[in-house]
Nanobody
């Protein structure tokens, strides 16, 4: 069973910073792309940033220059460092990872996993 557990959300004033972490645990043999998504009330979930196993990164235009995604493969963890936070960054942030594991029949497969989410609230 694979789990993703996020931490680091909270309440911060506009202009402040937060760092989110997401650790993968369980039985698996590889972690491919990892990413952060967010969902604000009444809006669809959107990609914030992603990072491949080769450390190639991709960012939403709205966060470029303010957020940085990174990963520590030894710790099976992905981070999202957020600077210059704005009220419009307020959302539940979800961790996502594509993970290689053995299925019930012992066959390797890639599956998409999600964390439960962590709330980020930016006050004006």
């Amino acid at each position: 069973q694979v789990q993703l557990v996020e931490s680091g959300g909270g309440l911060v004033q506009a202009g402040g910073s937060l760092r989110l972490s997401c650790a993968a645990s369980g039985s698996f043999f590889s972690i491919n792309t990892m990413g952060w998504y967010r969902q604000a009330p009444g809006k669809q979930r959107e990609l914030v940033a992603s990072i491949t196993s080769g450390d190639s990164t991709n960012y939403a235009d709205s966060v470029k220059g303010r957020f940085t995604i990174s990963r520590d493969n030894a710790k099976n963890t992905v981070y999202l460092q957020m600077f210059s936070l704005k009220p419009e960054d307020t959302a539940v942030y979800y961790c996502n990872a594509v993970i290689g594991h053995l299925n019930y029949y012992g066959i390797p497969e890639l599956s998409d996993y999600w964390g439960r989410g962590t709330q980020v609230t930016v006050s004006s």
